[in-house]
């Protein structure tokens, strides 16, 4: 650097030496003036500290180097001074010498005053390092260690070899590798398969370029045994083509020519007892769903519950030299048969390519589509798609990064940004998701439209854009998608009679428990209790109250420290032990790192473990810091056996999953990565995998509880994702509406179109409106095959946490739509009330819901609603009527005939007898409900 002033040049030379601790200060003078000039000079190396409120280096909690040393505030360490006069027209060098002794982070600040005014300053943070530093980092999946090194602190004629050599307890040498420095930053890869497990020194020898050796240093390293959760990896038996577990059914092709039975059948199509009216079509069922498979489609029919979901078949297509093209599809064959998984491969031409299609439906009724398209030669084409020509249904919502974004507008779909993963379409009853995990072997622009979705006549037409702009093709094209209509599977019994409080243990009426993970664990979102006898005392205090008891547990993420400690006994709300002892927070809550007790098995497994690259989510707590997982790696053996142990060592009756779907990851060594046509990189939600994660721990409470004790698993995400919760029984979900007004829960689900990532905003206009709030059955409605446990937000604005007319509103909704409400984040006493005196005097686990837009009733005016429920096998219905207007109504409504006999009603609530009939009148409340059991004799 050369600053020139009036009268005073100064040079500051290159600062090369540094990084190895040797200081040499240096400042040149020249004095071009006619008179004599003072001059003071500086050169100040401390540690990182504060200054006025700013950090010295700009970082505090620095990485001094690959080990990730922390520095520490101190004092300085090195303080050189001169001061002097330089005469006019003379020249003179100052200079200075120091070696730092201790590598670490360091700030040099240099200055210089010329006639006692500020002429220069210059502050620099600096790393002074080691000849060498070594860090080994196990990767267990590949038997292998990644040694990573730093040569920064050696002198450039130095780096010419570094040789590794591993010594066993009696000093051994039983592992050496050596490799070529050509960089001061490098890692050498080491297979550690030849390793028995155990302790080893690790020399790391630095040899300049004739061999002479340098400089060393050493490291520790242990090799793990296998554990026993990699030994024996819990529930991978649902992985086998045969699993299929209740309430699902063995899958059938072709109706009577094909039924597995569990063993090889007969696979040919030439048995004349086939009763398939189209001899060239083959059917494939499962539990309430179809598929048909013929010449010409790639999926030629779809039903759910016997409604076509398909308004023709699945077909691909290009355009090239301004012609469309159609691809020419194949008869299907059946190469795999089996009672949980059957393959269909097709083949199909066209002028320009050849498609190979493979496609698997699995027992959920999940299809999944592995598509090659190959180009006979270098082809140019427009743009190249498969078509899915769905019935127009009422509804449809889409995720983009895994948030729901709520309804898509009658009109066409077409984002024109971001990476829209998942699609659903349906009614109230049946439907079909679409989904990927990414759009690897696309060949597309990624400003540019992916998917398409128009409405026309009979149909909805969702697009999948492979070549989204004019491209050549030179190249196969290699992509996946999937289909999954809906439901998945019918209810199981009595789930109505769930009645859940806040996270922690509620009084009667709550018979269900989600237990936070402070009271259950150390690290929340570690599979295993922090002692087993805090698991058997939170069971103890479960049966007391007869109560159901699920522990919460995050999937997808892991936190590396404890932070409640392992000898803490039981803790419920408050801060109180069952046995009624006080215990107080700093007693056993660990905040900081240094005193923490680590999760050795995340810092072992990391490379494995961690999404890439590696994610932390910071809570504001150094050791709850959450750490983000991936489901293709060994955390998913680690986390189902943790499952499998606290199913089989207690009798805890499930769990509620937050952080249940997989986040981004850019994994290049697993093929998760891509690059679009104009170049941006893009990762991938591991879907599948995580799917599979899913279906092992189903499997082991099927092994280990039975159906008789679902549910076994409440998880907490969207139900538009039905190839994940396929295997949840209940779905908690709600959070992307935040309101921040009284009442705005209403607004929103009376919208005819709502957007928002991840919080749902309603339109502006209230002429936007509905009071058949199909927003809300959209987006919360039984269409997937759970029941929707919702969890409102109204609670995350202070003045609006405290007020009960807001849980009255949402009772309005949830009841009516024959949802279960977990009063989390409202006031919970209204809703306590309710289920004294409505749900529980009633039983509403043994009953048939008829819900208001499809039970025939008649109410005036529009913003009343009327659901009701039968008990089963008697005259016994409870009707609930509500008033989503901002006004208290007086209504007139027309009974159902099931109803219109009945002369008296019971009022729930009030316990009033009142005059029934066939023209019935009621008043209700604004944003209320009101209750109303008909039982009894008949009047005639």
Same mark, same amino acid.
């Given at each position: 650097?050369?600053?020139?002033?009036?009268?005073?040049?100064?040079?500051?030379?290159?600062?090369?030496?540094?990084?190895r601790?040797?200081?040499?200060?240096?400042? !040149?003078?020249?004095?071009?003036?006619?008179?004599?000039?003072?001059?003071?000079?500086?050169?100040?190396v401390?540690?990182?500290?504060?200054?006025?409120g700013?950090?010295?280096?700009?970082?505090?909690?620095?990485?001094?180097?690959?080990?990730?040393?922390?520095?520490?505030?101190?004092?300085?360490?090195?303080?050189?001074?001169?001061?002097?006069?330089?005469?006019?027209?003379?020249?003179?060098?100052?200079?200075?010498?120091?070696?730092?002794?201790?590598?670490?982070?360091?700030?040099?600040?240099?200055?210089?005053?010329?006639?006692?005014?500020? =002429?220069?300053?210059?502050?620099?943070?600096?790393?002074?390092?080691?000849?060498?530093?070594?860090?080994?980092?196990?990767?267990?999946?590949?038997?292998?260690i990644?040694i990573?090194?730093?040569?920064?602190?050696?002198?450039?004629?130095?780096?010419?070899?570094?040789?590794?050599?591993f010594?066993?307890?009696?000093?051994?040498?039983?592992?050496?590798? $050596?490799?070529?420095?050509?960089?001061?930053?490098?890692?050498?890869?080491?297979?550690?398969?030849?390793?028995?497990?155990?302790?080893?020194k690790?020399?790391?020898t630095?040899?300049?370029?004739?061999?002479?050796?340098?400089?060393?240093c050493?490291?520790?390293?242990?090799?793990?045994?296998?554990?026993?959760?990699?030994?024996?990896?819990?529930?991978?038996?649902?992985?086998?083509?045969?699993?299929?577990?209740?309430?699902?059914?063995?899958? $059938?092709?072709s109706?009577?020519?094909f $039924?597995?039975?569990?063993?090889?059948?007969?696979?040919?199509?030439?048995?004349?007892?086939?009763?398939?009216?189209?001899?060239?079509?083959t059917?494939?069922?499962?539990?309430?769903?179809?598929?048909?498979?013929?010449?010409?489609?790639?999926?030629?029919?779809?039903?759910?519950?016997?409604?076509?979901?398909?308004?023709?078949?699945?077909?691909?297509?290009?355009?090239?030299?301004?012609?469309?093209?159609?691809?020419?599809?194949?008869?299907?064959?059946?190469?795999?048969?089996?009672?949980?998984?059957?393959?269909?491969?097709?083949?199909?031409?066209?002028?320009?390519?050849?498609?190979?299609?493979?496609?698997?439906?699995?027992?959920?009724?999940?299809?999944?589509?592995?598509?090659?398209?190959?180009p006979?030669?270098?082809?140019?084409?427009?743009?190249?798609?498969?078509?899915?020509? =769905?019935v127009?249904?009422? =509804?449809?919502?889409?995720?983009?990064?895994?948030w729901?974004?709520?309804?898509?507008?009658?009109?066409?779909?077409?984002?024109q940004?971001?990476?829209?993963?998942?699609f659903?379409?349906?009614?109230?009853?049946?439907?079909?998701?679409?989904?990927?995990?990414?759009?690897?072997?696309?060949?597309?622009?990624?400003?540019?439209?992916?998917i398409?979705?128009?409405?026309g006549?009979?149909? !909805?037409?969702?697009?999948?854009?492979?070549?989204?702009?004019?491209?050549?093709?030179?190249?196969?094209?290699?992509?996946?998608?999937?289909?999954?209509?809906?439901?998945v599977?019918?209810?199981?019994?009595?789930w109505?009679?769930?009645?859940?409080?806040?996270?922690?243990f509620?009084?009667?009426?709550?018979?269900?428990?989600?237990?936070?993970?402070?009271?259950?664990?150390?690290?929340?979102?570690?599979?295993?209790?922090?002692?087993?006898q805090?698991?058997?005392d939170?069971?103890?205090?479960?049966?007391?109250?007869?109560?159901r008891?699920?522990?919460?547990?995050?999937? =997808?993420?892991?936190?590396?420290?404890?932070?409640?400690?392992?000898?803490?006994?039981?803790?419920?709300?408050?801060?109180?032990?069952?046995?009624g002892?006080?215990?107080?927070?700093?007693?056993?809550?660990?905040?900081?790192?240094?005193?923490?007790?680590?999760?050795?098995?995340?810092?072992?497994?990391?490379?494995?473990?961690?999404?890439?690259?590696?994610?932390?989510?910071?809570?504001?707590?150094?050791?709850?810091?959450?750490?983000?997982?991936?489901?293709?790696?060994?955390?998913?053996?680690?986390?189902?056996?943790?499952?499998?142990?606290?199913?089989?060592?207690?009798?805890?009756?499930?769990?509620?999953?937050?952080?249940p779907?997989? $986040?981004l990851?850019?994994?290049?060594?697993?093929?998760?990565?891509?690059?679009?046509?104009?170049?941006?990189?893009?990762?991938?939600?591991?879907?599948?995998?995580?799917?599979?994660?899913?279906?092992?721990?189903?499997?082991?409470?099927?092994?280990?509880?039975?159906?008789?004790?679902k549910?076994?698993?409440?998880?907490?995400?969207?139900?538009?994702?039905?190839?994940?919760?396929?295997?949840?029984?209940?779905?908690?979900?709600?959070?992307?509406l935040?309101?921040?007004e009284?009442?705005?829960?209403?607004?929103?689900?009376?919208?005819?179109?709502?957007t928002?990532n991840?919080?749902?905003?309603?339109?502006?206009?209230?002429?936007?409106?509905?009071?058949?709030?199909?927003?809300?059955?959209?987006v919360?409605?039984?269409?997937?095959?759970?029941?929707?446990?919702?969890?409102?937000?109204?609670?995350?604005?202070?003045?609006?946490?405290?007020?009960?007319?807001?849980?009255?509103?949402?009772?309005?909704?949830?009841?009516?739509?024959?949802?279960?409400?977990?009063?989390?984040?409202?006031?919970?006493?209204?809703?306590?009330?309710?289920?004294?005196?409505?749900?529980?005097?009633?039983?509403?686990?043994?009953?048939?819901?008829?819900?208001?837009w499809?039970?025939?009733?008649?109410?005036?005016?529009?913003?009343?609603?009327?659901?009701?429920?039968?008990k089963?096998?008697?005259?016994?219905?409870?009707?609930?009527?509500?008033?989503?207007?901002?006004?208290?109504?007086?209504?007139?409504?027309?009974?159902?005939?099931?109803?219109?006999?009945?002369?008296?009603?019971?009022?729930?609530?009030?316990?009033?007898?009142?005059?029934?009939?066939?023209?019935?009148?009621?008043?209700?409340?604004?944003?209320?409900?009101?209750?109303?059991?008909f039982?009894?004799?008949?009047?005639?």
């Open positions: 650097m050369r600053l020139d002033g009036d009268a005073l040049k100064l040079e500051t030379p290159s600062l090369d030496g540094i990084g601790g040797k200081l040499t200060p240096l400042f !040149r003078l020249g004095n071009d003036r006619a008179r004599a000039l003072s001059y003071d000079l500086t050169y100040l401390s540690n990182v500290r504060m200054i006025e700013s950090i010295g280096s700009w970082v505090l909690d620095a990485v001094s180097d690959v080990k990730q040393r922390e520095s520490v505030a101190g004092k300085s360490l090195y303080s050189w001074h001169q001061s002097g006069t330089l005469e006019a027209g003379k020249r003179k060098d100052e200079q200075g010498e120091f070696a730092l002794k201790k590598p670490s982070y360091y700030v040099l600040e240099m200055e210089a005053r010329l006639n006692d005014a500020p =002429f220069f300053y210059q502050k620099i943070p600096f790393n002074c390092y080691p000849p060498i530093v070594a860090s080994l980092v196990p990767i267990p999946s590949k038997e292998a990644q990573q090194l730093a040569f920064y602190g050696a002198q450039s004629d130095h780096k010419g070899k570094v040789r590794i050599d010594s066993d307890e009696k000093g051994q040498v039983v592992l050496a590798q $050596q490799a070529e420095v050509k960089r001061d930053e490098m890692r050498v890869p080491i297979s550690m398969a030849s390793l028995a497990p155990g302790s080893y690790v020399t790391v630095l040899m300049d370029p004739i061999g002479k050796e340098v400089a060393n050493a490291e520790t390293f242990k090799k793990w045994e296998t554990p026993d959760w990699l030994k024996d990896r819990k529930g991978i038996e649902a992985l086998d083509a045969n699993w299929v577990p209740a309430p699902w059914t063995p899958m $059938q092709v109706g009577d020519r $039924q597995v039975t569990g063993k090889e059948a007969d696979t040919s199509f030439d048995n004349p007892k086939s009763k398939t009216q189209n001899p060239n079509s059917t494939v069922a499962v539990w309430g769903r179809t598929f048909d498979f013929a010449p010409g489609s790639l999926l030629a029919g779809m039903t759910s519950q016997g409604t076509p979901l398909l308004a023709a078949g699945l077909s691909a297509k290009y355009r090239a030299q301004g012609k469309e093209h159609e691809f020419l599809i194949s008869k299907p064959r059946f190469p795999l048969k089996k009672n949980g998984r059957v393959e269909v491969v097709q083949q199909a031409d066209s002028p320009d390519f050849n498609l190979a299609a493979r496609t698997q439906i699995e027992f959920d009724g999940l299809v999944r589509c592995d598509l090659t398209i190959a006979k030669s270098v082809t140019t084409v427009e743009k190249l798609w498969i078509e899915i020509p =769905f127009n249904l009422d =509804f449809a919502t889409v995720m983009g990064n895994q729901q974004t709520g309804l898509i507008d009658a009109q066409d779909f077409m984002p940004a971001g990476r829209w993963y998942g659903w379409i349906g009614t109230d009853k049946v439907g079909c998701s679409f989904f990927i995990e990414n759009h690897k072997g696309w060949l597309i622009h990624s400003a540019k439209p992916r398409t979705f128009q409405t006549g009979h149909r !909805r037409l969702l697009q999948i854009l492979i070549v989204n702009e004019p491209s050549e093709v030179s190249a196969p094209l290699t992509f996946t998608f999937a289909l999954h209509p809906t439901p599977k019918p209810f199981f019994r009595k109505r009679d769930i009645r859940v409080d806040g996270l922690g509620g009084q009667p009426p709550v018979n269900t428990t989600v237990l936070q993970g402070s009271s259950m664990y150390s690290g929340e979102s570690n599979p295993s209790p922090r002692n087993w805090v698991l058997q939170a069971l103890a205090y479960r049966d007391k109250r007869h109560q008891l699920y522990l919460y547990l995050g999937v =997808f993420y892991i936190t590396p420290y404890d932070h409640v400690r392992k000898e803490t006994p039981f803790v419920i709300a408050g801060n109180t032990t069952v046995d002892k006080s215990v107080k927070e700093e007693d056993v809550v660990v905040k900081l790192k240094k005193d923490a007790t680590r999760t050795e098995e995340y810092f072992y497994y990391k490379p494995d473990w961690d999404c890439t690259p590696p994610k932390v989510w910071d809570v504001g707590v150094e050791t709850e810091e959450q750490v983000v997982t991936n489901p293709s790696g060994s955390w998913t053996d680690f986390f189902a056996h943790g499952i499998a142990e606290m199913l089989a060592k207690s009798d805890v009756d499930g769990f509620y999953f937050d952080i779907s997989p $986040q990851d850019f994994n290049e060594e697993k093929g998760l990565v891509y690059k679009t046509k104009d170049g941006v990189t893009e990762g991938t939600y591991e879907v599948f995998a995580t799917r599979d994660l899913y279906k092992r721990v189903y499997y082991l409470f099927d092994k280990l509880r039975g159906v008789g004790r549910p076994y698993i409440i998880g907490h995400g969207f139900p538009s994702q039905p190839a994940i919760v396929s295997f949840w029984d209940v779905v908690g979900h709600g959070e992307e935040k309101p921040t009284a009442f705005a829960a209403t607004r929103v689900y009376l919208q005819k179109s709502g928002g991840p919080m749902v905003t309603p339109d502006a206009s209230d002429q936007n409106r509905t009071y058949d709030a199909f927003y809300y059955r959209s919360y409605g039984a269409y997937e095959g759970l029941p929707v446990w919702f969890l409102p937000q109204y609670g995350y604005q202070t003045k609006l946490a405290g007020l009960p007319e807001l849980s009255r509103e949402l009772l309005s909704f949830t009841f009516l739509h024959n949802n279960l409400l977990w009063p989390c984040y409202i006031p919970q006493q209204p809703v306590f009330d309710f289920w004294n005196k409505v749900e529980i005097p009633f039983g509403m686990g043994d009953t048939t819901f008829f819900p208001y499809d039970n025939g009733v008649v109410c005036r005016p529009e913003g009343i609603k009327l659901s009701y429920w039968k089963e096998g008697r005259d016994d219905y409870l009707v609930g009527v509500a008033n989503w207007s901002a006004k208290p109504t007086d209504a007139t409504i027309a009974l159902p005939p099931a109803l219109a006999g009945f002369t008296q009603c019971l009022d729930m609530e009030k316990g009033e007898t009142l005059t029934a009939g066939k023209e019935w009148k009621v008043t209700v409340p604004a944003h209320d409900l009101r209750v109303f059991r039982t009894g004799k008949e009047s005639h």
